[in-house]
């Protein structure tokens, strides 16, 4: 197509541990991209705990491969133009942070516009059902692997 990597939104639950499930779609996804003329694909993706993780570490492993890696952390200790006085929340260390940081993550994620996002979801997990909705709203396709 044009030699450009395909940016692909990579997320999921903090509980997934599944590493073969998620190798295997990036995987499928890189080739997939490959024959639509892409030279691979730019992998975006939370920096959290479980599903997010597992993702960024395959894309850091395949960097020469055609990979690109786009890590979005969310800004935790930030808040939001939107954010109420008093909303920030503790941590068990005593530490405070904004709840909503996730989800403007989320949208940030979004707003890089990726052709496809993979999707990998356990139970209810709150995060990804926000970041889901987010992608069905801007219309961006997606695959999705639940258990």
Not at 45 to 58: N, Q, S
Request: net charge negative; glycine share 10%; aromatic share 6%.
């Amino acid at each position: 197509m044009n030699g450009y990597l395909a940016p692909v939104l990579g997320l999921g639950s903090r509980a997934w541990t599944d590493t073969t499930t998620i190798h295997d779609a990036l995987l499928e996804t890189w080739h997939d991209a490959r024959q639509d003329g892409y030279a691979g694909i730019d992998i975006i993706e939370g920096t959290a705990p479980g599903a997010d993780t597992i993702i960024g570490d395959w894309a850091k492993a395949h960097l020469e491969e055609g990979i690109g890696h786009d890590p979005v952390p969310a800004e935790w200790d930030l808040c939001g133009p939107d954010c109420r006085p008093g909303h920030r929340r503790t941590r068990r260390d005593n530490s405070e942070f904004c709840p909503t940081a996730g989800h403007r993550r989320n949208q940030v994620m979004v707003d890089r516009a990726p052709l496809v996002a993979l999707v990998f979801q356990v139970g209810e997990s709150t995060g990804t059902a926000d970041c889901l909705r987010r992608i069905e709203a801007a219309g961006i396709p997606y695959r999705r692997w639940s258990v």
